[in-house]
């Protein structure tokens, strides 16, 4: 059983940066930073989710890439970010985007910030941080929740309550290795995470990069997710804010996303993906990276592009 924590070939392989780095949050961790694409192109920025790394946006950086600068890192604890014992926190999370946005944009540079599950409540914790409001033109919120994630959870299908609730944070919660990926391991991961008609490429993508991140890790950040709530920081997200969600989501289910819409000071719009799940953009990799294409078309002033049309 081959032991990389990604696949090696086809587009769910991550593509080499243009250049890595290394930012130094708050508290000191060390997070690792890759930035993809031309120089002084508009700029995107990725916050991958839960047990996942910069591997998991390999279909958006390859396209958007082409025209973007494209900036992705790895969370705490994740694919090549070392954890920090005891340094699970959302407030941590917040620190280390502001520590991202420093380190990759220059002073008054305006992108499109992504955050996908933990990333998306990422951007959330965030919300009236400094670094957020001076670099934030417009935000997507893929596959994600503020409050009650346990209990809106499906991934048992069964009546919600006490026992749904407890079934679900002893399996999240779990201490256990995930172990090498096995086709019983694929079969287990697309129910709980993926859309039913996941193709077997998309499937074995995030099997490799879920099982890969530790397990200890998995568990830090599984104890903050049992107890999130992010919703006061969601009243100073501000900015235009679209959300994204899939109708087959079993981690954070479609009513998640209709309660941040409804919450949100700013919201753009609701996309619905009919049949995908939670892991949106790799299942739907065209859909997501179409909707960050709209909101960087629509709300960031490129000043490159800029100085071009004055000059024709």
Sequence with gaps: MSRLTHVASGPYAPPAAARELTAVSADGSRIHVEVHGPEGAPAVVLSHGWTCSTAFWAAQIRELARDHRVVAYDQRGHGRSPAVPGGYSTRALADDLEAVLAATLEPGEQAVLVGHSMGGMTLMAAAGRAKLEEHAAAVL???????????????????????????????????????????VGKKVLRFATMGPGSAPDKVEACARIVHACPRLVRYGWSRVLETLDVAADLRRLTVPTGVLVGTADRMTPAVHSRALVAALPNCVGLTELTGIGHMSPVEAPDAVTGRIRELVGTYVRNETVEKVREGA
């Design 141 to 183: 919120l893929c596959s994600t929740g503020g409050w009650d994630l346990l209990p809106e959870a499906t991934v048992f299908p069964i009546r919600a309550g006490r026992l749904r609730t407890r079934l679900t944070k002893s399996v999240l919660g779990s201490r256990l290795p995930l172990g090498p990926v096995t086709p």
